[in-house]
């Protein structure tokens, strides 16, 4: 009955002074709100990082021409150091199977019948889809007598297949790329984001009709499977292409290779790196706020213990003890703290939307999530904050003495 009696006065203070309270309670919700809007992004980008991750596979690895400052600016930069004789070499390691290379084919449009869409059209062999787990829904695969014949054929993404079909069953039907007609063999299941990129709007060729189209004689891309040890595969695969490529000291890592290689261990490491980071940023972020927030709740605790000065006086006259009056102030600053809280939690979760919704449209699959635990610990650190920093201004009041209360002005 004390803490309830206690309490509805610490609300009914709080009401009296709606728009100080409200001032008040801004530190903390920017705090709060920070909080929940950078777990929220967290928990999306370590969702979209996985499914990276497991789009590479656990045996697989992907090789790249260019040096390690990135995979784009290097294949923007017209990198051409990988080769078909490399690929004929890996194939020659023991360690290593399944290795299919892929060349992108610059063919603006695809048309079928009026319907018309933009493809991103890849030259490859059959391993390339068992290697980048890509299954078929409908039809088959490229095959390697597909590579043989330089046919061609194609298999379509979920995407490109409804743009330019709908409903319409794709295989067996013909589809103009650029200037020529390929027959429809497969259509392959939805795989989303791979790489950063949406594999469903991939079209696919046989390598040697891509080579054909487009006489290309260097390899944008290698895709390959582990056998057995996954670490010396991939130190077999380096070695191989620096010796390969005259690069000193190929038994160990150099800033001179001008190759990448990327396997699920490496996007682990870099989640790992990324969430720590993340971590750290939202530490600071919601600590920097939450105590700015702390400090204008005690001063505005503390005007509020001078402004009530001579109410603290006749309570005490009236036989409230100084327990009674600490509480009522200790409530009333974690009762700030906790609709702060609150409010802090629905903009932050309406701003983690926001960005969801915005940032879905420049990258595929980033699904909005939440973490419920993060909220909950958002909610502990704004009651904290108010128990922590109200405690002196409510120390203060109980410290008054009623005579001296009751002759302030």
């Known amino acids: 009955m004390f803490i309830t009696d206690t309490f509805a006065t610490a609300r009914r203070a709080i009401g009296v002074n709606r728009k100080r309270s409200m001032l008040t309670m801004l530190g903390v919700i920017i705090g709060v709100s920070s909080v929940v809007l950078m777990t929220a ?6 969702v979209l990082i996985l499914s990276q991750i497991s789009s590479i596979g656990a045996q697989s690895m992907v090789v790249f021409p260019g040096q390690k400052e990135g995979v784009e600016s290097t294949l923007a930069a017209g990198f051409d150091s990988l080769t078909f004789d490399d690929v004929e070499a890996l194939e020659r390691l023991t360690t290593i199977t399944s290795v299919a290379p892929a060349i992108f084919v610059d063919i603006p449009t695809a048309v079928y019948g009026r319907e018309k869409t933009q493809p991103r059209v890849i030259a490859t062999t059959p391993p390339y889809f068992q290697n980048r787990e890509m299954p078929v829904a409908v039809g088959r ?17 979920s995407d490109i297949a409804d743009d330019l079909f709908g409903l319409e069953d794709p295989v067996g039907k013909q589809v103009r790329l650029g200037d020529l007609q390929y027959t429809v063999v497969g259509v392959l299941e939805p795989v989303g984001t791979q790489f950063f990129q949406n594999a469903d709007e991939f079209v696919f060729i046989p390598l040697t009709t891509g080579r054909a189209v487009t006489g290309q004689k260097h390899v944008n891309v290698i895709t390959l499977q582990a056998v057995g040890d996954f670490d010396l595969a991939q130190a077999d695969v380096e070695s191989l292409l620096r010796q390969r490529h005259g690069i000193v000291n190929p038994e160990g890592d150099t800033d001179e290779d001008d190759f990448i290689v990327r396997t699920s261990q490496q996007a682990n490491d870099i989640l790992g790196a990324v969430s720590l980071g993340l971590t750290l940023f939202i530490t600071t972020i919601a600590g920097i706020s939450l105590v700015v927030g702390g400090i204008g709740i005690m001063n505005i605790m ?11 006086g006749l309570r005490k006259a009236v036989g409230a003890r100084g327990r009674d009056i600490l509480l009522q102030f200790l409530f009333e600053a974690i009762l700030l703290t906790l609709f702060s809280g609150i409010a802090g939690v629905v ?14 449209k420049y990258l595929e699959s980033y699904d909005f999530a939440l973490s419920v635990p993060a909220i909950g610990l958002a909610l502990a650190m704004a009651i904290l904050t108010g128990l922590v920093f109200g405690i002196y201004p409510a120390r203060q009041a109980s410290k008054l003495s009623p005579m001296n209360a009751l002759r302030y002005e």
């Open 141 to 157: 695969v490229l095959e390697e007598r597909d590579i043989m014949r330089a046919r061609h054929v194609v298999v379509l993404g």
């Open 41 to 46: 992004v967290g928990a999306s980008m370590e």
């Open 302 to 312: 503390l005007v509020a213990v001078t402004e009530r000065t001579r109410e603290i």
């Open 347 to 360: 903009f932050g979760v309406g701003l983690a939307g926001l960005a969801a919704l915005i940032v879905d």
